[in-house]
Nanobody, 119 residues
Framework: QLQASGGGLVQAGGSLRLSCVASGRSSARMGWFRQAPGKEREFVSCITWGGLSIAYADSVKGRFTISRDNARNTLYLQMNSLKPEDTAVYYC????????????????WGQGTQVTVSS
């Protein structure tokens, strides 16, 4: 089970740090996704167990940083230079199989945390 937190309301240009705690041992690859109102859930970032493989969506590259603390079973997403278009519910999930960028490749979704960026 995954528990995401850290969302909130922030002005454009601000920062937030999301956390996702796994109740058990987290999987080899973990990911962050987001879903804006009226839109499909989309890939944001993912990271492997040792952090050797990291990927970002083009829309967040250079602004967001994913990391994990395996000793604490915790996944993080540092979000800087936030834009109004980053407004969405952010979800963490465990990769099961298939493409690292596809929503369908992940399972054990957390409940999500709302991020709202005002202009």
């Amino acid at each position: 089970q995954l528990q995401a937190s850290g969302g909130g309301l922030v002005q454009a240009g601000g920062s937030l740090r999301l956390s996702c705690v796994a109740s058990g041992r987290s999987s080899a690859r973990m990911g962050w996704f987001r879903q804006a109102p009226g839109k499909e859930r989309e890939f944001v970032s993912c990271i492997t167990w040792g952090g050797l493989s990291i990927a970002y969506a083009d829309s967040v590259k250079g602004r967001f940083t994913i990391s994990r603390d395996n000793a604490r079973n915790t996944l993080y997403l540092q979000m800087n230079s936030l834009k109004p278009e980053d407004t969405a519910v952010y979800y963490c999930a465990e990769h099961v199989s298939g493409s690292a960028f596809a929503t369908g490749s992940y399972d054990y979704w957390g409940q999500g945390t709302q991020v709202t960026v005002s202009s």
